[in-house]
């Protein structure tokens, strides 16, 4: 069974630091690149970027460059999302997702069951 | 970016209709897109992928119809676990997009 387990609730002050983690199970992990999409309280998904965990190759939502970054340790499966200065905005659940598809269109098809970040003084 | 629009927004049905949300993209995307299910508190789920074939396992009252622009997801007799917010993605160009979501609820 594909799996994606998300790191746990983290509630942090603004200006900290924070690198959340997915782990993925069931699959070959080098062989599908891995979505971070977030979620802020009640409201739409967006779609942050994406990390191919063979080559390490990353894209990013040009709305986002530069406030996160994206990363995969192959050797123990697991793709991150870093801040290196949170934000209030920041607030938010956020997803990691496992991309199948015909290349180069790739869907989300298995989602991790979310990180919930809180940021506030 | 891509603009994926939604309607409605909201949408208050029974179990038992036949309930349509369309989805229109600001440019061509030919059938690079998904529909996903959201209830409330849980993880969106995957039904529709390149804008008309079903995920394995997906009712087949559930179905995707449209191509270039225009998209629409079809529920053909609603029933009482589908009431959710539904969202659709684009997935033809970076970065993808998301519609703003439609939220099917009790009538």
């Known amino acids: 069974e594909v799996q994606l387990v998300q790191s746990g609730a983290e509630v942090k002050k603004p200006g900290e630091s924070l690198k959340i983690s997915c782990k993925a199970a069931?699959?070959?992990?080098?062989?599908?690149?891995i979505a971070w999409v977030r979620q802020e309280p009640g409201k739409g998904l967006e779609w942050l970027g994406i990390v191919y965990p063979a080559g390490s190759d990353t894209r990013y939502n040009p709305s986002f460059q530069g406030q996160i970054s994206i990363s995969a340790d192959r050797s123990i499966t697991t793709a991150y999302l870093q801040w290196n200065s949170l934000k209030a905005s920041d607030t938010a659940m956020y997803y990691c997702?496992?991309?199948?598809?015909?290349?180069?269109?790739?869907?989300?098809?298995?989602w991790g069951r979310g990180t919930m970040v809180t940021v506030s003084s | 970016d891509i603009q994926m629009t939604q309607s409605p927004s909201t949408l208050s049905a029974s179990v038992g209709d036949r309930v349509t949300i369309t989805c229109r993209a600001s440019q061509n995307i030919y059938n690079w897109l998904a529909w996903y299910q959201q209830k409330p508190g849980k993880v969106p789920d995957l039904l529709i992928y390149?804008?008309?074939s079903l995920k394995t396992g997906v009712p087949s009252r559930f179905s995707g119809s449209g191509s270039g622009t225009e998209f629409s997801l079809t529920i053909s007799s609603l029933q009482a676990d589908d009431f959710a917010t539904y969202y659709c993605?684009?997935?033809?160009?970076?970065?993808?997009?998301f519609g703003g979501g439609s939220k099917v609820e009790i009538k």
């Open positions: 997702a496992r991309r199948v598809g015909s290349a180069p269109y790739y869907y989300m098809d298995v």
């Open positions: 993605h684009q997935y033809y160009d970076y970065p993808a997009t």
């Open positions: 390149d804008a008309t």
């Open positions: 069931g699959y070959n992990f080098l062989s599908s690149w």
